[in-house]
């Protein structure tokens, strides 16, 4: 039930961010939208920014279960891309506030635990250097995030396919056969 609680709150709070900037939302506001008591709001977050911090996580991290479960990269990515895509207009509301810069860490640290895991169980990568596997990680993730952000920015939808086999074929060192 609590899940299904804290779910609705963010769903309510998805539907405020239609008509109010989301640094202009307060807990009074979402309470009402909820027709629920402030306790049963504190019960589930601290505060609006733990309430974020869990929708963005719901919508970026939440979905690497279901990625974890993929068949390989490819199917992997489209799932992950996918996501971003739905969740796409909490995500930018998010990121034209002052949480701009947390929203674009949470991304990219989902999408390095998404790069981890397919790099440990594909490549291997966990066998290499240390610094090497790090650097690998971190280049990947970083331009994923921005092509994540371009096309949240720009407001246009990511072909999801194309960019799965762009990043299917870069990890598996067959961009350039």
């Given amino acids: 039930m609590a899940k299904s609680t804290k779910a609705q709150i963010l769903q309510h709070f998805s539907e405020l961010l239609k008509d109010y900037d989301l640094d202009k939302i307060t807990v009074t506001m979402l309470v009402s939208e ?6 049963t709001f504190y019960y589930h977050f601290n505060d609006i920014q733990a309430l ?6 719901q919508y970026t991290a939440g979905c690497l279960e279901n990625v974890k479960n ?3 990269i490819n199917e992997a990515t489209i799932i992950y891309l996918s996501a971003i895509e ?10 034209e506030s002052s949480l701009s810069g947390y929203t674009t860490l949470l991304i990219r640290e989902s999408i390095c635990e998404y790069i981890t895991f397919f790099g440990n169980k594909i490549l291997g990568i966990s066998s290499l250097e240390p610094t090497d596997s790090k650097f690998i990680v971190d280049f990947l993730a970083n331009a994923v995030t921005g092509l994540i ?10 072909d999801v396919k ?4 762009k990043i299917e074929k870069i990890i598996l060192g067959k961009i350039t056969k």
């Fill in 162 to 165: 194309f960019i799965s086999e």
């Fill in 70 to 72: 993929a068949k390989d």
């Fill in 52 to 57: 974020i911090n869990w929708g963005i996580q």
């Fill in 86 to 95: 739905k969740n796409k207009f909490f995500l930018s509301k998010c990121l």
């Fill in 149 to 158: 952000l371009l096309s949240i920015y720009k407001e246009e939808e990511m």
């Fill in 34 to 39: 909820c027709e629920i008591s402030r306790q």
